[in-house]
């Protein structure tokens, strides 16, 4: 008899818990060039099935509620996103994404981590191959084909992945894509040089896409753009990184190498790159002692100038095994602009003038490394 009430209870209890509604936390869009990411933040266990038509790609949730303070971030509209509706049925929640034609959908889930502390349902929307090689080669061709050099310019971080936060709430992302814009428009007004960005708003794009884009554009420089992030508020200064094939055995060389090969798990994206296989790649190039003395050289043209408009954390070019500064064959270098962790660098670091100086000291550099070349 007692095990009959036991089990009773138990069943009873199950069944009471089991009618608790699993919560959908929040909701994130993020529109990239090629795809649109939909992030959505849910419980461990919440059940959800995804349907893709010519007209909707509908996210159902089975026996899940809307938190009432982001039941908005829901809503939400890009070019490929006509309209988000949300329909509730007895037992499960649809998101219903009316859509302007026909895409690839890809979806996956996320752990929590030190960033985000819920489960994440990850669904991109992503246009078919003929769209994107039509953007990607149509402004390829004009214009470029004198003797410019192209110089790829890449704003650290986006979308999922903020990078460091500063004391004050700024986003690294935000303060790299400022600085990296405005870099791009200066490097531009020289008719000699070209300048691309490897992304030009809030979203992600995973380390090995940020290689490919420079291989594809053909580019002749790396400029990677970052601000730097430790424990300690009163840690100062810009540091310039290039390649190096095992890295620096410095506790903050290793640090930032951990942070910058983690980067594509907090966006979630791929399989991290075999690390091995790069690195053999370029040992293999002959050409790769000639590319490390270069990228040495335009590392330091850039201390150089950041010197004359603020503090400079290490005065000598800094070697780190960064996956993203592996492109092949050109000389490539990781800009720490300065410290978000600082307040007063964080001030710094956000205020539009002073990123315009920040984006002429690297220009000045790059054109000064030019000039000792010839
Ligand atoms: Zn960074």
Known sequence: MRYW????????????????????????????????????????D?????????????????????????????????????????????????????????????????????????????VDIIDSESQVTRKITKPDTPHSSRNQKIILVDAGHGGEDSGAVGKNKSLEKDVNLAISKKLVSIINQNKDLKAFLTRSGDYYVPLTKRITIAQ????????????????????????????????????????????????DQFGGVETVIDNDQFLKSILTDYSRKDREMQSFQLAQAIILQLDKIGPIHKKIPQKANFVVLKSPSIPSVLVETAFISNPTQEKRLTNKRQQQKIAESIYQGIMNYYRNLD
């Open 5 to 44: 009430i036991s089990l009773f209870i138990t069943i009873f209890a199950s069944f009471t818990y089991g009618d608790d509604k699993t919560s959908l936390y929040d909701f994130r869009y993020w529109s990239a060039p090629d795809h649109t990411r939909i992030v959505i933040d849910k419980e461990e």
């Open 46 to 122: 919440t059940l959800f099935n995804i349907k893709n038509t010519d007209d909707y790609v509908i996210i159902s949730f089975d026996d899940a509620e809307v938190l009432s303070e982001t039941f908005s971030n829901i809503f939400f509209k890009d070019n490929r996103i006509q309209k988000v509706r949300i329909k509730r049925d007895k037992n499960t929640i649809k998101l219903i994404v009316h859509i302007s034609r026909k895409f690839k959908v890809k979806h996956f889930t996320l752990e929590p981590n030190a960033k985000y502390r819920y489960h994440r349902l990850v």
């Open 216 to 263: 594809k554009q053909k580019a002749t420089m790396f400029i990677s753009i970052h601000a730097d992030s430790v424990e300690s508020v009163s840690a100062k200064g810009a540091s310039v990184y290039t390649l190096s094939e095992k890295g620096n055995n410095s506790k903050l060389a290793k640090q930032l190498e951990e942070s910058q090969n983690v980067v």
